[in-house]
């Protein structure tokens, strides 16, 4: 009976552990991504546009 619920909740946090992970990667990489672009073209009238 142990085995069984200690599975249940295996398979539950798993998927959600890998979920959380990747949008917090993806959010570290976007807002790097965003940094990196804003420097790079630094001082073209093409930033002032509105997102």
């Not at 917090?24 to 790079?40: K, N, T, V």
């Amino acid at each position: 009976m142990v085995g069984a619920i200690a599975l249940i909740i295996a398979m539950i946090l798993i998927p959600v552990g890998v979920f959380a992970t990747g949008a917090a990667a993806s959010a570290i990489l976007g807002e790097s991504f965003r940094r990196d672009g804003i420097r790079r073209h630094e001082g073209s009238e093409l930033l002032d546009l509105p997102d």
